[in-house]
């Protein structure tokens, strides 16, 4: 079965550390997004990708990047871990049919120190 | 940005009840979409809503895209112990290829 997978599901790092959470879906999806959630402030947007070698920024994307190099992976990198980053990370698809309909992975869990 | 307000932000129900939830916005969507989220997991949909006045049932569950496109609610008959969770209303104001746009969620706690 197609699905979307995230790893590592829980990460500790430290302030300053750059860090890399990996997203892969086997949906075949030419869309894949990339969102934090909080308390308090549900899922906001941090980066997204409309296919190979495309990416865009979305609401929250100071300090994050993501690079598409085939279909099936986009990777967010965290540059410079900050405590502010402390979060859940929540990677998902969808196809491009234009129905808006994304796919969520199971998250991860980053503890900066 | 973009903002939506949903409320309530908990609920404490019996098995049994019905249950009602809502979003709103000041701005216009495009596509209203529920999704559920279990503790650890990552946000699983329930209803996706296309077309303003669309109305739309999966089981139990039944989602309206408000006619003016600001607004969508979700309704839950029956509660069951499986229906505790978050609730999250995402809306979506361009293309299909957009990122989403997510209410603060619904906290939907069942005493037996």
């Known amino acids: 079965d197609a699905e979307i997978t995230q790893s590592p599901r829980h990460k500790i790092t430290e302030t300053g550390r750059q860090v890399t959470l990996a997203c892969h879906q086997t949906?075949?999806?030419?869309?894949m997004f990339w969102y934090r959630q909080d308390l308090g402030h549900g899922l906001r947007l941090i980066h997204y990708?409309?296919?190979?070698?495309?990416?865009n920024k979305g609401e929250v994307s100071d300090g994050y990047s993501v690079s598409r190099s085939n279909t099936e992976d986009l990777p967010l990198t965290l540059e410079s871990a900050a405590s502010s980053q402390t979060s859940v990370y929540f990677c998902?698809?969808?196809?491009?049919?234009?129905?808006?309909?994304?796919?969520f992975g199971p998250g991860t869990r980053l503890t900066v120190l | 940005g973009q903002q939506l307000n949903q409320s309530p932000q908990s609920m404490f129900i019996q098995e049994g009840e019905d249950v009602s939830m809502n979003c709103t916005s000041s701005?216009?969507?495009?596509?209203w979409l529920w999704y559920k989220q279990d503790p650890g997991e990552g946000p699983v949909l329930l209803i996706a809503?296309?077309?303003?006045?669309e109305l739309t049932s999966n089981g139990r569950l039944t989602a309206q895209f408000g006619i003016t496109r600001k607004d969508s609610f979700l309704n839950i008959s029956a509660s069951i112990p499986s229906d505790v969770g978050i609730y999250f209303c995402?809306?979506?104001?361009?293309?299909?290829?957009?990122?989403?746009?997510f209410g603060k969620g619904t906290h939907l706690i069942i005493q037996p």
């Open positions: 995402a809306g979506q104001s361009g293309g299909g290829a957009d990122g989403l746009t």
């Open positions: 701005s216009i969507f495009n596509t």
């Open positions: 949906w075949n999806h030419n869309n």
């Open positions: 809503l296309y077309k303003a006045g």
């Open positions: 990708s409309y296919g190979v070698q495309d990416t």
């Open positions: 998902a698809s969808s196809t491009n049919t234009g129905t808006g309909t994304q796919y």
